[in-house]
């Protein structure tokens, strides 16, 4: 394993320190960096927060801004940060509006920010919970009961956070960001495994002419491992699990978000943007909105997910918002 | 080598057609893809042009739009582009104001756009060049005569970019983009090789716990190979080549560019932000601009290049000043 780092024990600090100077005009840390906040919060505006293990960046600290995030907590790499961090990251933020928890379908951040809920709310502050799953390559895994939260989250969180800037309450938008998990999904496939900082080798292991299929952004186990297809046939695959899923659309318009997973080029995401236009076009569905990066990753690993969120008028006029955040920005 | 692609003949034809679509609101496609264009073009604004081999991306065509180019030129990867497609590229977006080419110091590059200057001028177009050549690793390389110009291009297509929408005319952008590139010195080191898909393997060979010091946007040899050591010494080592090379500053303001090679995940690019502010901050030098991200890349390589550019008021306020591209915006 290769990295630019110095020790394990203080990559996340220094990162975290990295990016908080760098987006200044932003973003600041807490207090012992338990969570990366808003530079200023809109009195009277519903906060929203999210957060989980670290090594999805820019997922969630770099989603933190106008028109989304008002906080993001981060745990050490794929380890859910704390009910200390996520209590801590509440009182920062909540104005007094209520606050929004947008959390990942994993077993320890869906416990973690529960216990959090339950202590904010035991100090008389409101607090409701959207959890995503939006990843239908597996009906469980290892790390979460029922499905993954993947690249969906962000669609969540741009989605409600641009609702929340147009002063929606606390019910309405736990509301909204159900209803947006609902009609997205998700799917990956990995060429290459990721190596965690602190372990030091690859969380698993694939041959030179191997992928994981429906692979989760920790490199979890996906639906099976095959050899290397063409991007026409993967992007197939893909979109048939995910169309499969999705209730009927009542419109024709969707948002395509082709997200890398850290190791592969910009190059390779334009492709597969090509090869799903095609097939969703001639199945009659157009891509109205995309999003086309490395926003969800799992460190370097190599590969890409495909997400479908199915749009209506309202949903488009709150994707197109204005949002200003490090790694978001129109 | 994986690659998520159909065939390597079609690969960059197919990613151009998937980006065109995805940014259809900026950008559009020239004819046989011989450019990248803005959709919109300003009557009477001098435009600017680059493009150079593919591979980099999001550089250059990433970076077509509002307050950047108006056009860019994909070459097959790590191939410079036609004389032909720069004359159409010209032909396309010259208002009659003149046309200002940016060309990464690269023997092919420099050479084809040469050529299509000559052929422009030749038909009454006004044309200027800036050659970038930020790279202080090597004095020449195995790709150029001179110095290479490889980050800190972005940084002159964007203050030049941002002088040519306040309507600046031909000759002073070509001066201003000079003096950019005379205050912007980069330096890169690589954990990784990349692999070009036509050619299937490895640009270069690195062993499990070595790196290369001073390589190039194409994984050419840099100063030389050595263990990889902390982020810390890294930066240290990166920093003091570039700050050896720079003329003595007249303030004592920068803009620090941590960008990495494509492998990298964007934790370890802030951490570099946080190890280079230290250095930086003790030798007197203030960050006052940030930019951090894999915005010219080399594939699929790991690492990361450090560009700086010594900042006055004036090259601040272009710097700050609006720009709408699909991979920059402000």
Redesign the interface.
Known sequence: M??????VET??D??????A???SDIVELGSERKFVRRRTVSQGKVALISGGG??H??LHA?FVGLGMLDAACPGQ?FTSPTPDQMVAAIEAVDTGAGVLLIVKNYEGDVMNFEMAAELAAASDRRVETVVTNDDVAVPKSTWSTGRRGVAGTLVVEKIVGAAAEQAMGLEDLRDLGRRVNERTRSFGVA??PCTVPAAGSPTFELA??E?EIGVGIHGEPGRRRTK?G???A?AEEMLSAILGDLPPPSGNKCLLLINGF??????????????A?RILGDRGIM?SR?L?G?LV?S??M???SITITLLDDRLTRLWDAPVKTASL??
């Not at 290769?2 to 020790?7: E, G, S």
């Not at 850290?262 to 090869?275: D, I, K, Q, R, S």
């Open positions: 290769k990295r630019l780092m110095n020790v990559m996340l220094e990162s975290l320190d990295g990016f100077a760098a987006h670290s090594g960046e820019p770099g790499v060429l290459s030179p002419d992928m290397l063409s991007a026409d993967i850290g190791g592969t080029p910009l190059m390779e995401l334009y492709l597969m943007v090509n090869a236009r891509v995309h086309t490395s990753t460190l370097d190599a590969g890409c920005s129109w």
